[in-house]
T-cell receptor
Framework: GNSVTQMEGPVTLSEEAFLTINCTYT??????LFWYVQYPGEGLQLLLK?????DKGSNKGFEATYRKETTSFHLEKGSVQVSDSAVYFC??????????FGKGTKLSVKP | GAGVSQSPRYKVAKRGQDVALRCDPI?????LFWYQQALGQGPEFLTY????????KSGLPSDRFFAERPEGSVSTLKIQRTQQEDSAVYLC??????????????FGPGTRLTVT
């Protein structure tokens, strides 16, 4: 069945450091891929998405590229800020439109 | 406009009690999803509605879980005879999509259920 695996957290970085959160997926076909973010005390928000192979999703300085060869959708940001501290979830869209999530990666950015 | 709202935000239930969790989707959104998020885990799909029709309930963990959306708007997730393993955050999401398309799902803040 469809599944998502993302790197275990927590991840602690200093401000302006480079961020990578790895995500790989198992799926039938080529589903749309997503990164969602959950800031402390807030609900899940869509961060970025990619709908087909080689697409790059980007938002707020974050990027992720849909790689079908490696079945990956790694999240990157060149220079993190304290305000990026949150839990990040990688997800794919299932056949009914439901989202299948990874376990989440908690990011803490220190000043 | 208003986003997805859920009530109550927090619910404490004694083991064996019944609970009802409410979701108000964004007006005009056709699709509605319920997810369960255990502590430290990602959300897991429970059930899906398109208007008032429940098209997929494969994620409901047992027959103690029941969801409805009688008028194609507000939805209620009911859990009967709650057990400790039901403790989780229950998330509702809505979407414009009529089919399994590419529209964004908008999530509510969730209801945190604690069963004691």
């Amino acid at each position: 069945g469809n599944s998502v695996t993302q790197m275990e957290g927590p991840v602690t970085l200093s401000e302006e450091a480079f961020l990578t959160i790895n995500c790989t997926y198992t799926a039938t076909g080529y589903p749309s891929l997503f990164w969602y973010v959950q800031y402390p005390g807030e609900g899940l928000q869509l961060l970025l998405k990619a709908t087909k192979a080689d697409d790059k999703g980007s938002n707020k300085g974050f990027e992720a590229t849909y790689r079908k060869e490696t079945t990956s959708f790694h999240l990157e940001k060149g220079s993190v800020q304290v305000s990026d501290s949150a839990v990040y979830f990688c997800a794919l869209r299932g056949s009914q439109g439901n989202l299948i999530f990874g376990k989440g990666t908690k990011l803490s950015v220190k000043p | 406009g208003a986003g997805v709202s859920q009530s109550p935000r927090y619910k404490v239930a004694k083991r064996g009690q019944d609970v009802a969790l409410r979701c108000d989707p964004i007006s005009g959104h056709v699709s509605l999803f319920w997810y369960q998020q255990a502590l430290g885990q990602g959300p897991e799909f429970l059930t899906y509605f398109q208007n008032e029709a429940q098209l997929d309930k494969s994620g409901l963990p047992s027959d103690r879980f029941f969801a409805e959306r009688p008028e194609g708007s507000v939805s209620t997730l009911k859990i009967q005879r709650t057990q400790q393993e039901d403790s989780a955050v229950y998330l509702c999401a809505s979407s414009l999509a009529r089919l399994a398309g590419e529209y964004e799902q908008y999530f509510g803040p969730g209801t945190r259920l604690t069963v004691t």
